[in-house]
């Protein structure tokens, strides 16, 4: 009997060492994969700029990406709650945010613009907004940058992106508010509406971490710094915004 409990320990003992290993060897992250270029699903598969670039990241770290599709309101939450390590989710680096995360350094630089049909004379510059009916997503800073700057905008608050652009297409919203490589993007591939030259902000990407867990960021920036030193940055840039960055 002695001999089968040893036996039953030391097999306990090898298979939570193996599950413990399994678990280092994979980074959860998650995203909301509705925000073209940044992620988003085509063909059926998850793909963008924050994808790939989380793949090499965990690729130089030694480890595999376990995916996990979230709205991105519940991004935050979901990593604090233990859902996941990483949100990644094009997430701006705020103060209201760095309260109760922690982030990586900077992986790029966008900013807030404004997106309007094409025909629309009534939007030329930012301070045209106050009176008008403007769409933005749920749980991004478009919302509260608007609140705290713009405070005579009627907000259209939706939970996706296409959705807020939609609303500007069919003209149930004066202007939608989001990140300008998305709203570039899309204006780009829809002639009937634009993006204006001026932004309201300049806005850091980061990926989001929780504030506990200091070894898995710093073993994030270091990863992020491999992937800038052998081009692996720099060519995913220019597949997805076309220009080095």
């Known amino acids: 009997m002695k001999l089968r409990h ?3 320990t030391l097999a306990l003992a090898v298979t939570c060492s193996s599950k413990v ?8 992250v998650a995203t909301d994969a509705t925000f073209k270029p940044f992620e988003y699903v085509e063909n059926g598969k998850r793909t963008g700029f924050d994808v790939e670039l989380i793949e090499a990241i965990a690729k130089a770290m030694g480890r595999k990406v376990e995916w996990t599709d979230i709205d991105f309101k519940g991004l935050i939450p979901g990593l604090i709650s233990k ?3 990483v949100a990644a989710s094009a997430i701006y ?9 922690a982030f990586t350094h900077p992986y790029y630089t966008g900013g807030l613009a404004i997106m309007v049909k094409a025909d629309n004379t009534s939007i030329k510059e930012p301070a045209d907004l106050n009176g008008k009916k403007v769409s933005v997503q749920v749980g991004t800073k478009s919302v509260s940058f608007l609140k705290d700057n713009y405070p005579k905008v009627e907000r259209l608050e ?3 992106n296409q959705e807020m652009f939609n609303l500007v297409e069919i003209g149930r ?5 989001t990140g300008k490589p998305a709203a570039v993007l899309y204006a780009n591939a829809r002639p009937g ?3 204006l030259e001026k932004t309201l902000t300049v806005e850091r990407y980061g990926f989001a971490v929780r504030k506990d ?10 990863a992020l710094e491999k992937v800038r030193a052998d081009g692996t940055y720099a060519a995913l840039v220019s597949k997805y915004f076309g220009s080095g960055k």
């Open 6 to 8: 040893i036996l039953f």
């Open 193 to 195: 509406v634009k993006v």
């Open 213 to 222: 867990e200091a070894a898995l960021t710093n073993a994030m920036n270091q």
């Open 173 to 177: 919203a004066d202007a939608a508010v």
């Open 83 to 85: 859902r996941f390590d």
């Open 93 to 101: 680096i705020t103060d209201e945010r760095l309260k109760v995360v």
């Open 21 to 28: 290993f399994a678990a280092d060897d994979v980074l959860r």
């Open 158 to 160: 939706v939970e996706k």
